[in-house]
């Protein structure tokens, strides 16, 4: 769903490469994400999508490429000063500190925040997500699947991110939430974020999404806007063509 000022691209992934020790998990990937849009990485498991998101947010090893957001080279600031400068992921398997509150795992998630930048953001976390605000003090640990998947995404947006990576963020969840946590990205967006998406679930993706990048065996397959795409069977026949062409 386009947004206003879509046509800057806020983040820039070009030619990279990464893995892990001796084992390039992608190769040459190249992606963008626009303000207010969602771009969303499809593959199979093993595909290299968690390690794209990973990479980008510092936190697995890069081998080449470099990554820009608004235009800035990034590539090689920590984890913590690309979390500061906008990038925000919510990992896969809800990382919620169960043993912690959902206020305490609020601030968590606002370590690169000021004292005071972090009480108004907890506040406007409990504005987008008044399940929380009636949980605050109860450990995050005893919340249902997809109140954890909320906190973990208030937890992510804290820090007032540009660019949100969500990976597989309704896996595991029960339909009823999957429609709710797909809500959330679209208001996420609509704020002007931009989202970058792993998900299962192709067709709730697709739904949101306007750009798609495919990915496999750690390469970039099919990478395009959803304007003229209509389905996933568009999309697998695509990625089939071009892979007996
Ligand atoms: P899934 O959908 O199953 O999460 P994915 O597309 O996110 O898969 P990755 O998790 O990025 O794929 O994995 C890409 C490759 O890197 C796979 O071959 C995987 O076995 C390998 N890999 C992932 N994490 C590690 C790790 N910590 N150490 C070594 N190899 C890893």
């Not at 005893?142 to 937890?155: D, K, P, R, T």
């Amino acid at each position: 769903m386009r947004t206003n000022d879509a046509s800057s691209t806020l983040l820039e992934v070009k030619d990279l490469s990464a893995g892990y020790r001796d084992l390039l998990a992608v190769r040459d990937v190249c992606l963008s994400v626009h303000p207010g849009e969602v771009t969303v990485l499809l593959g199979r498991n093993g595909a290299g999508k968690s390690t794209v998101l990973l990479t980008i947010a510092g936190l697995a090893k890069r081998a080449s490429g470099q990554i820009l957001l608004d235009g800035a080279d990034i590539t090689s600031l920590s984890p913590y000063a690309r979390n500061g400068s906008g990038i925000s992921l919510v990992p896969e398997n809800k990382r919620v500190f169960r043993r912690r509150t959902v206020e305490e795992n609020l601030a968590i998630g606002g370590y690169v925040l000021t004292r005071g930048e972090r009480r108004a953001a907890i506040q406007n976390a409990y504005e987008r997500f008044p399940a929380l605000h009636a949980k605050r003090h109860d450990a995050a640990g005893g919340l249902s699947g997809g109140q954890q998947q909320m906190l973990s995404i208030a937890q992510a947006l804290m820090p007032g991110p540009r660019v949100i990576m969500l990976d597989e963020p309704t896996a595991g969840l029960a339909p009823a939430i999957v429609n709710d946590v797909l809500e959330i990205l679209v208001s996420i967006q609509a704020e002007g974020i931009g989202v970058l998406l792993v998900e299962q679930l192709v067709d709730q993706a697709l739904s949101v999404a306007d750009h798609v990048v495919l990915l496999d065996h750690g390469r970039v397959q099919y990478n395009a806007s959803t304007d003229g795409l209509h389905d996933f069977e568009q999309l697998r026949n695509i990625y089939l063509g071009k892979q007996s062409g």
